[in-house]
């Protein structure tokens, strides 16, 4: 058993306090803000007539009534957060289902192209096989589809009860959803801020012809540097509130989204030390991919793009567990990246099918938003037009804005299997004792596949 868990502080509705990094955050969050907020003013200031006669070519309607872009981003949350909540419902009934048709149009896809291919008469067999890297992916996939299906079978199980027990909970706290869906519009409004700073402090930098020098571009840097930190730590802090909400939850308690903040503020030094690591290891891999770029070998620049990538494959394997081990258990970053390593290390197979299997699952809901908001568009376009080329472009629209509730949906199924995997391995291997908010027949069918998989190693 661990010394400190946070279920102990939502019983005495006393969480620890961090005043002085608070403070520190706020002065870093104001600055940037507030460069950016002065940018994008004067900006305004000087292109105005440029911008509204660009809007004014889009719809003079809208230009007219600019409170109208508002109210579409409104009902466009407000119809994602539906959407979720049927995602929810979804995966609550499906469970294991999901995976099974998530592996069949993965490996639709994959070999789709190859099929499609050799059908047409583009390839034959002969230049198929010549060109064999593009089968890579669907080689790739059956394989794993495979293993799935047959070595590890009882972990698909559990994992389809854990997807059930994901919409359970995603149902029962709806308040998980809204963190991520706050990271996703604070990346969208940092990204803006970052691009008005950029643009009117330090225009040279987007010319074409520009060359990068330590002397004249200083200050990208240091606007690069707060921008991946203000970004990367907000999205931590809404991981750690949607986690910590789960965690709550899961221990037979009925938390808010304030326990959640609580929570975090609890343990807000190790996301800050956290989110600058991850801020290192993102400049690293900018600078491998900036490096290799300007080679005029294409291996150089493969291998740098492949290097780069797997930095960042290793990086978020590391801290698989960080952050619900963080928070549940208020350790320092150093002892939960330690922590969710030693986790990831003994439970390997499990975070791999989380990360193919399941989220092939999650994708499927994915698939059925940008289906959902396709027909909405359909429908409104065919109401209020009349036009058939015009509510074709309404379908596009739509399903285009329908990536917002996809991400909103994968990113919070994510957080709360994640952690709901994190609770179970730490229940079976005795650090948590007991009720918990599994259902008895759902802890049942996890016992049976979790006896079933240890078993089969």
Known sequence: MTSVDLIDYHKKEQYPSHKGAIAGLLVVFGAFIGLGLYSLWNLWLVY??????????ISPMLADNLWMIGAGLVAIVLLSVGFALG??????????????????????MTWGIVIFLLVTGVYTISTLLAAWPIMIPGIFTLIITILLFTVFKDRIR?????????????????GTFVPPLLAMIFTLFSAILFGGILVYFMPQILEPAHEFTLESDWGYIIGL?????????????????????????????????????????GVIGGLVVLSIMSVIIKLIQILIRSLTRKSASGLTRGVGSVGSGILGWVWMLVNYFTIPAMVAEELSATKAIKRSAGLVRKNFVDVMIKETAVRWGFGVLAFMMFIGFAAFGGLFGWIFTG??????????????????????????????????????????????SGKTAIPAGMTRELDRAYNKAQGSM
């Open 387 to 432: 036009d058939l080329i015009m509510t074709f472009a309404y379908v596009m629209i739509f399903t285009i804005f329908a990536a917002i509730p996809s991400i909103l949906v994968l990113r919070t199924f994510d957080i709360v299997y994640v952690t709901l995997l994190y609770v179970f391995i730490r229940r079976k291997e005795g650090d948590i």
């Open 48 to 57: 105005e007539v440029q911008v509204m006669g660009f809007i004014t070519g």
């Open 225 to 265: 540097v707060a921008y991946l930190f203000v970004t990367i730590f907000f999205y931590n802090f809404a991981y750690s509130t949607t986690s910590a909400i789960t965690y709550i939850y899961m221990r037979g308690r009925d938390p808010g989204i304030g326990d959640g903040i609580k929570a975090s503020i």
């Open 158 to 174: 559990r994992a389809g009860e854990i997807i059930k027990l994901t919409g359970q909970v995603t149902l029962d706290e709806k």
């Open 87 to 108: 995602a929810s419902m979804a995966a609550r009934r499906l469970g294991a289902t999901l995976i099974y048709i998530g592996a069949f149009f993965m490996n639709l």
